[in-house]
């Protein structure tokens, strides 16, 4: 859990910083993004990308490796495709969802905690004193992950996960956190999938929190689901067999921890992975230092009025080397503001009304 500590750490820093984007949407989403993403596959399967380089590049790659014919042909078992999530499959501003899952369980969890309103730094928390919490420092911090990711059973925190991922909503936009998937990356897991491509995530967030939702919103079964996690221990109770969470890392999916992840989970090098910053850089690049046809793509979230703009100096989720070298060695940077038509999933396609945040500062350079 050190990653989402950190994580929770530096979010609570710099929550002001990380304040501008959309505000609430126009239009709530009524059709699940996944089915709204076949719907127009017969005539394109990425109608939310605009015709340019970067979706040429997409559909040139999937051709030359699945057509026999080809020189770069890929037999399906081959045909591996790993996604980090969050800044790639969703939104990851103004936090993680992961953290302000923890904050808001820490304050649903308050009443069986009476001690927790003098106790640092859950008092601070529940005053909503985030200078309190950054003063009670990581060890604060780790006391309210702890709180609520350990302590209870796999199942019991399945449903408690689910149960939050159904009803809460993201502060500015006012949608289901499930609703800030991007449309064009569930069309392109659609596309792939379509061409005999077996998708993974691979994510620096737990992979209990990801595992109960993925395949509802992304088709991702939760078989294929990598992420970091905690340790668990098996017990009996009431003479049922149950796996409990404890508050101790067992390994960090984050970094240069994605590729060995990828090796020790799955098993097989990847033909083509996909991020949004330095933390995915290592997957990139071990993915493109394997033989035959291969394809690196970054997500840049360069479109403040319709999502968050933010690359080089973000606290949070950096995207600065891995972008010098997509641009070095050629690969696909995504710009969102240019390539896609619309961001988020919307039953009529109305998008999202938003207005230009503040603390937006300018992208990189062009290509």
């Known amino acids: ?98 953290a302000l899952f923890a904050f808001d369980r820490a304050k649903a969890l308050a009443s069986q905690h009476p001690d927790w309103s003098t106790k640092q730094p859950f008092a601070a ?97 939760p078989e294929q689901v990598v992420g970091s996690a905690g340790k668990l221990k098996f017990e009996s109770r009431n003479g049922t067999p149950v796996l409990i969470k404890l508050p101790e890392l067992d390994f960090i999916d984050d970094k240069e921890g994605k590729p060995i992840e990828i090796q020790s989970r799955i098993g097989r090098r990847p033909i083509a992975a996909f991020g949004n910053s330095d933390g995915d850089l290592p997957m990139l690049q071990w993915t493109m ?14 479109d403040a009025a319709r999502e968050f703009a933010y690359d080089r100096t973000d606290k949070l989720q950096r995207f600065d080397k891995g972008w010098d070298e997509a641009v070095a060695k050629g690969w696909t940077v995504v710009s969102m503001k240019n390539d896609w038509k619309t961001v988020f999933p919307s039953a009529n396609a109305a998008g999202v009304t938003a207005t230009r945040g503040k603390g937006i500062h300018t992208p990189p350079r062009s290509r």
């Open 1 to 98: 859990m050190r990653r989402l500590i950190s994580c929770l750490w530096l979010a609570v820093i710099y929550t002001s910083a990380c304040t501008g984007g959309p505000q609430r949407a126009a239009a709530q989403v009524s059709t699940p993004p996944r089915i709204e993403a076949s719907r127009a596959a017969e005539t394109d399967p990425l109608p939310s990308w605009n015709e340019g380089s970067t979706k040429n590049a997409i559909r040139d790659f999937v051709a030359r490796v699945t057509k026999e014919e080809s020189a770069d042909f890929v037999p399906v078992p081959e045909r591996i495709a790993t996604f980090d999530n969050d800044g790639t499959l969703w939104t990851e501003k103004p936090l993680p969802f992961q």
């Open 125 to 221: 928390l529940l005053k909503g004193d985030m200078a309190g919490v950054v003063a009670s420092g990581g060890k604060g911090v780790l006391e309210i992950v702890a709180a609520t990711h350990a302590g209870i059973t796999t199942d019991e925190f399945a449903q408690t996960v689910q149960d939050w991922i159904t009803s809460a909503k993201h502060p500015q936009t006012g949608r289901l956190y499930t609703e800030m998937v991007y449309q064009p990356m569930v069309e392109l897991l659609t596309y792939l999938r379509s061409n005999g491509f077996k998708t993974f995530i691979v994510s620096g967030g737990g992979v209990e929190f990801m595992r109960g939702w993925t395949e509802r919103v992304y088709g991702i079964p």
């Open 289 to 302: 230092a394997g033989r035959g046809a291969r394809f690196a793509l970054f997500v840049h979230h360069d």
